[in-house]
């Protein structure tokens, strides 16, 4: 069974940047993506960014040029780093893995920007 494990949400101020981590149980070139979705407070869960096994990016439009996706295949994790953050973004980041037509999640983490 696939595990994927959040970590490093919080609470930051209207501006500031932080990132999120996912760590994998296995080695992440077995999937074919990983990427991030985020469930904000009263909405549907939405896609932010994914990154494929070739390391090609695609992101939400609300995401470009704020957001960055990265992979470490070394310690198989997937990174998120979030730039310029607006209290909209404020919601729980959701790991994602693609393997074929099966999707994995992690459990989630929260980040709230606020001041």
């Known amino acids: 069974q696939v595990q994927l494990v959040e970590s490093g949400g919080g609470l930051v101020q209207p501006g500031g940047s932080l990132s999120v981590s996912c760590s994998a149980s296995e080695n992440i070139f077995n999937f074919n993506a990983m990427g991030w979705y985020r469930q904000c407070p009263g909405k549907e869960r939405e896609l932010v960014a994914t990154?494929?096994?070739?390391?090609?990016?695609d992101y939400a439009e609300f995401a470009k040029g704020r957001f960055i996706i990265s992979r470490n295949n070394a310690d198989n994790t997937v990174r998120l780093q979030m730039g310029s953050l607006k209290p909209e973004d404020t919601a729980v980041y959701y790991c994602i893995a693609r393997l074929l037509r099966n999707t994995y999640w992690g459990q989630g983490t929260q980040v709230t920007v606020s001041s």
């Open positions: 990154i494929n096994v070739g390391g090609k990016t």
